[in-house]
């Protein structure tokens, strides 16, 4: 690049800050500096002066504040960085604005307000603040011990707690402490709010050494709590300090980098308030780029660097020295009276008291005094006496009361010479037959200098001349310090170049002062500016990282194009379907492969660059995956169209998910059952096509109803309260109830409703689920009349087989009465056989209408003797031989012994007849290791196979070729109605074992 191509701009100096700030700025970006061009004076903006008295006046109405007081050129390149953010710029127009704009109006009231403000903001004034100041003020307080600070635009705070923490550790050193008390000012009412609260985020406090955050602040996150009683020590205050009343009898005054903004008779204004509101010897602490202008006479330096300055009193009048003005001398020196002056002036009643003192003193001075005049430190004549005017000139310019200003200059140079050995040696010092070109030509004059007084400190920085006329005039003395004439002619020539160089000097230091105000001004604004653009970068960086991060750890993948279709950012997440690497930023998107099996991703794109109606459909990856695709036209803040947003977001589960719902929604819609859903308080949300089936009505007509209402709950012999009580602790409930149809009679339904829960366990809905069973019962009633139709059968059947019993005995004994012999026993024995048929005729009674039946104890060796005495002579026909092992003390047992026999007989029957070829059977009763009664029935028999053991006991199942297999059945019931147990055990060709175990009586 050669310098023709480098050369883009020809600039002045004072054009250039704002060229280089403006280049490679965006629209809308950062801000040209403020330019000024290098005129006479002030440089001031050109503006609309009618238009800026508006823009102050309606910033007065909204504000309170006169911004007529600060500083054109500051108010003024506030006013367009406002204009500037909205791109207006004529003054007048934005008048206009801010007349219908409150908002904008109180926000540039702000940006004037600025609020730069730092904890111990220029450390090393702070520390003289520390080491000399407060100790000097502890001092002149040390017999009241009462301290008074004013600290004026406190801002939002920092340099006021700053001040009270050295007080604090001042007092902390003091065997005596101080009552310190600070009074925190500001106009802008929102920082002193904030102020108030003592609340700092730990950017504000980072600059504090630790040990000062540890032991004046309590952290609470990530903000920062001003300690409770360094808060005690301030008063917080909204105050207009140009035009409030000041506070007063202040040790110290604290405003920094306040008055750089104000204009000069303002700045004047403010510092004379300071005096006032000041004790004698008070300090005041300016910001560095401060200065009190012409105020000398109120303030003297404490420390120049960092512009701490005390009070001083200027001598006004006394009664010491009575000059014209005391007399009303219009020809005397007007000296205007301080505000200490005013503060200290007593009552006019006193004054006339002592008026005829002062007569007196003015006299005396007067008539016996010589002339004289009292000179201060500075040089400055503060008072004239006698008549002076001899020796006293009017110099050409500005009227001043410099000594070389009034004072011929020869005479000048004696005086201030003389003044410097009185000042340092404190002794007088004379000058005799000094030649003076006054009124009279060559008139001589003694002239003696000496200190003004030794006694009273508080004028030991003046000096007293007087001018006395000598006694003798005929022979001249030099005196011992007369300069020779050369020398003292270059003297009044160099002291005349020192003089002009003095003021020159100090005029230059009031316009560097001036400027250096108004770079601070500027400084301070940019500060604040600084402070936007760092919060705002922050903000910036915190938003970026925030994207950042949101667009690295989100699942839904995301491409950016510009408007050419070119890829700007991607997502990771992407990636897994699109080619896309860092690199492919900036190439056409088209260019770009990927895994769907779409190929119109790119069409759709250009449709909705083209129409800017946005695109959402699904698409499928050649990876089985599915993604919901959304192509968006990308939108500014200012409704600019930048390019397109492609999102693919996976709902391969949600599709499955979906699908999975879709067919339990299918399986619950075509359900045969009923299903119906209600809320956690019984309130039906759903209710399928079943239901509507069954009841007839619309889902639409029973949403919102309560499941109360479904049901016909007196004739189902249920309460709903006692239902509802079931679910409502968790658990389900299921049974049968009656359901209201809407037209047509109530239908049965088998019911089972449950409570469905959240992961937590909550109840959030209940599900009903029921069954028509009207048809079922119906068929029910019917098995069951046949059943009972069954059971009568069976029971004629079982009273045949009981009464056949007894018969088939009886038909035995006729048949041996009818071979001869004695018949007597088996008459007996055929006696209680019919008998036996008599009862159970009457248990046939007993079954028309049953009663109860006693359970007596009895013996089972007795039952069990009957038994086999009626069955014996059955059992000799068969060839079968009875055999018994009775023990002879057997317990009791609680049975009803008719059923009992009908057991043992069907048992010691179905053995013999199991014999038919003969043999032994065993009957053998015995109490059992467990204290039960075992009897047991051997047969020899047959056996029954294993295969039809397992059917014993079953109804009308019988191993005989005749019989109907209720004996059996009856004998199980029989044995279990007296909780007892009978155990068969068979083996093919080796017999029976008949095992039945009764409980025996306690």
């Not at 008539?367 to 005049?373: G, N, Q, T, V």
């Not at 915190?542 to 194009?561: C, K, P, R, S, Y």
């Amino acid at each position: 690049m050669n310098g023709n191509q480098a050369l883009q701009y020809r600039l002045c100096p004072y054009e250039s800050g704002g060229k280089i700030v403006g280049r490679g700025a965006p629209a809308g970006g950062l801000e040209a500096l403020p330019q000024f061009r290098p005129e006479d004076g002030e440089p001031e903006p050109v503006y609309d002066e009618l238009a800026l008295q508006r823009v102050c006046g309606l910033l007065n109405k909204a504000c309170g504040v006169d911004f007529q007081n600060y500083k054109r050129s500051s108010l003024i390149r506030r006013i367009e960085r406002r204009m500037g953010r909205l791109n207006l710029t004529g003054m007048e127009d934005y008048a206009r604005l801010l007349a219908d704009e409150r908002d904008e109006l109180l926000a540039l009231g702000k940006d004037l307000l600025i609020g730069v403000t730092h904890f111990f903001r220029d450390p090393q004034a702070f520390e003289i603040i520390q080491k000399k100041v407060i100790p000097a003020i502890a001092e002149n307080r040390r017999h009241e011990r009462h301290i008074r600070v004013w600290v004026a635009g406190c801002s939002t705070g920092e340099e006021v707690y700053s001040l009270a923490m050295l007080f604090h550790q001042f007092n902390e050193c003091s065997a005596e402490p101080y009552a310190v008390k600070i009074f925190s000012t500001d106009l802008d009412s929102d920082s002193v709010a904030a102020a108030s609260q003592g609340i700092y985020p730990e950017a504000a406090v980072n600059s504090l050494p630790k040990p000062w955050l540890r032991r004046y602040f309590t952290r609470n996150g990530d903000l920062y709590h001003i300690d409770k009683d360094i808060r005690k020590m301030v008063v917080f205050a909204h105050h207009n300090m140009v035009e409030d009343p000041p506070f007063s009898r202040l040790d110290l005054i604290a405003c920094r980098n306040l008055l750089i903004y104000l204009r000069s008779e303002t700045q004047q204004k403010v510092l004379s308030t300071f005096h006032f509101a000041l004790n004698p010897d008070g300090f005041m602490f300016l910001g560095p780029s401060e200065t009190i202008g012409r105020l000398t006479h109120l303030f003297v330096p404490y420390n120049r660097k960092w512009n701490i300055f005390r009070q001083k009193q200027p001598p006004g009048p006394g009664p010491v020295f009575a000059s014209e003005i005391d007399r009303g001398d219009p020809s005397a020196p007007q000296t205007r009276p301080t505000a200490a002056a005013w503060r200290d002036r007593r009552p006019l009643k006193d004054v006339q008291s002592f008026m005829k003192t002062d007569e007196l003193y003015a006299a005396f001075v007067d008539e016996h005094m010589p002339p004289c005049m009292v000179i201060a430190e500075n040089n400055e004549v503060i008072h004239l006496s006698g008549n002076v005017n001899p020796y006293v000139t009017l110099a050409k310019g500005r009227p001043s009361w410099n000594i070389y200003k009034i004072v011929e200059a020869r005479l000048a140079v004696a005086i201030v010479t003389a003044m410097q050995k009185v000042r340092k040696e404190k002794r007088a010092v004379y000058y005799q037959n000094m030649k003076v070109s006054g009124s009279e030509p060559s008139s001589p004059v003694n002239l003696i200098v000496k200190p003004f007084s030794l006694k009273n400190k508080k004028f030991d920085k003046l000096v007293l001349v007087l001018f006395e006329k000598p006694e003798h005039l005929g022979h001249p003395v030099r005196a011992a310090d007369e300069f020779e004439p050369s020398v003292n002619h270059r003297m009044i020539e160099l002291e005349q170049e020192l003089r002009q160089a003095e003021e020159s000097l100090q005029a230059t230091i009031e316009e560097l002062g001036m400027s250096n105000e108004e770079l601070q001004a500027t400084n301070e604004e940019l500060a604040a500016v600084n402070s936007e653009y760092q919060f705002k970068l922050q903000e910036l960086a915190e938003a970026n990282d925030d994207m950042d991060n949101f667009l690295t750890g989100t699942n839904i993948g995301t491409v950016f194009l510009d408007t050419d279709l070119c890829i700007r950012r991607f997502t990771p997440a992407i990636t897994k379907e699109i080619n896309l690497f860092e690199v492919d930023c900036g190439r056409p998107f088209g260019y770009i492969s990927h895994n769907f099996d779409d190929e119109g991703i790119l069409s759709d794109v250009q449709n909705v660059l083209k129409t800017l109606i946005p695109i959402e459909r699904e698409i499928r990856s050649r990876g089985g995956l599915w993604y919901s695709m959304r192509v968006l036209p990308y939108r500014t803040n200012d409704h600019v169209i930048k390019g397109i947003v492609l999102t693919f977001v996976d709902i391969t589960e949600l599709k499955s998910s979906n699908e999975q719902l879709l067919k339990l929604s299918y399986a619950i819609e075509q359900s045969p059952c009923v299903i119906v859903i209600a809320d956690a308080e019984g309130k039906i949300q759903y209710a399928n096509a079943k239901f509507t089936e069954m009841t007839e009505f619309q889902m639409a007509g029973v949403a919102g109803s309560s499941l109360r209402e479904l049901n016909h709950w007196d004739a189902s012999g249920t309460s709903f309260e006692e239902v509802w009580s079931v679910l409502s602790s968790g658990h389900e409930w299921k049974g049968e109830l009656e359901c209201r149809r809407k037209n047509g009679p109530n239908y049965s339904e088998s019911v089972k409703i449950l409570p469905i829960k959240d992961r937590d366990g909550r109840i959030i809905h209940y599900l009903k689920i029921a069954e028509d069973i009207t048809e079922r019962k119906q068929t029910e009633e019917l098995l069951r009349k046949s059943e009972m139709l069954s059971a009568v059968g069976q029971l004629a059947a079982g009273i045949a087989h009981e009464i056949r019993n007894p018969l088939t005995a009886l038909k035995g004994f006729t048949k041996l009465m009818n071979s001869g012999g004695q018949h007597g026993n088996y008459l007996s024995i055929m006696a209680d056989e019919l008998e036996r048929i008599e009862e159970i005729v009457g248990e046939l009674l007993v079954l028309a209408k049953p009663q109860a039946v006693d359970f007596l104890p009895k013996s089972v060796a007795s039952i069990l003797h009957d038994v086999i005495m009626l069955l014996e002579t059955q059992a000799i026909i068969s060839k079968v031989t009875i055999e018994t092992d009775i023990e002879d003390e057997l317990p009791l047992a609680n049975c009803v012994e008719n059923q009992l026999k009908q057991v043992f007989i069907n048992v010691l029957k179905n053995g013999v007849e199991a014999m038919p070829g003969g043999g032994t059977f065993l009957v053998k009763a015995e109490k059992s290791e467990r204290g039960s009664i075992r009897i047991s029935f051997i047969d020899q028999g047959c056996g029954i196979p294993e295969a039809k053991l397992a059917k014993l006991g079953q109804p009308f199942y019988t191993t005989k070729n005749k019989g109907t297999g209720l004996g059996l059945m009856v004998s199980y019931k029989i044995i279990e109605n007296h909780r007892g147990s009978m155990t068969i055990t068979s083996k093919e060709g080796f017999g029976t074992t008949v095992v039945i175990e009764l409980p025996a009586v306690p």
